[in-house]
Every structure is written in C-alpha cells, then in structure tokens.
Nanobody, 117 residues
Framework: QEQLVESGGGLVQPGGSLRLSCAASGFTFSNYPMSWYRQAPGKERELVAAIGRIGSATNYADSVKGRFTISRDNAKNTVYLQMNTLKPEDTAVYYC??????????WGQGTQVTVSS
C-alpha cells in the first residue's frame, strides 16, 4: 500500500536552511508528479511546491519562490525540498503527496519545521 515518509524537519534560526526528504513506496513513483504541502497552526494546508514526473516542470507558491527548491530522485523514490533563507512564517508541518495541483494520495505523518530565534 502507498506510504509517504517525510523527514528532515527541525528547529532552525531565521535565515537558516533545511532539506526535507519524502520517501515513497507502494506506487510507481516515476509515474506521478509530486508536491510538498505545509500546514501552520490554525491554517489550512497549502501547496508549497510541485515537480513533474521527470523533474523538468516545477511550480512554487509565491511565498517561497526564490528560497525553496523541489527536486526528485526517481531511482530512490524520493522527493526533496531544499529550504533556504527560512522565515518564521515558514513554521509548519510539511507533507508530501502525489500530484501537481491537488493531492492524489494519502497523507503521511509530516515533518515539523520551526523557524525561531
């Protein structure tokens, strides 16, 4: 069955960097675009970044453009999110999912990112 396992979150100071990973299993990873979402306390889950099946197409929320980079390794069934110049408003639980515009699969447990001094 489908499984998505996010990792790499943590506590970081403003201006710092983190790299998130999402290991996928239970489906043919290379057949699907993949996305990262985040949900901050009291807010709805929002799409942060998306990447096409072979990585040539990407899309970013305006709030993270120029700071975050999504990538994937189809040989490892893994999608990444490199986050630079982090801001307190980036604090959220980050999730990955199949799909480019809307989520197609089940949600994993997410990984907590906290940006604070």
């Amino acid at each position: 069955q489908e499984q998505l396992v996010e990792s790499g979150g943590g506590l970081v100071q403003p201006g710092g960097s983190l790299r998130l990973s999402c290991a996928a299993s239970g489906f043919t990873f290379s057949n699907y675009p993949m996305s990262w979402y985040r949900q901050a306390p009291g807010k709805e889950r929002e799409l942060v970044a998306a990447i096409g099946r072979i990585g040539s197409a990407t899309n970013y929320a305006d709030s993270v453009k120029g700071r975050f980079t999504i990538s994937r390794d189809n040989a490892k069934n893994t999608v990444y999110l490199q986050m630079n110049t982090l801001k307190p408003e980036d604090t959220a639980v980050y999730y990955c999912n199949r799909g480019f515009i809307s989520p197609l699969g089940h949600w994993g447990q997410g990984t907590q990112v906290t940006v604070s001094s």
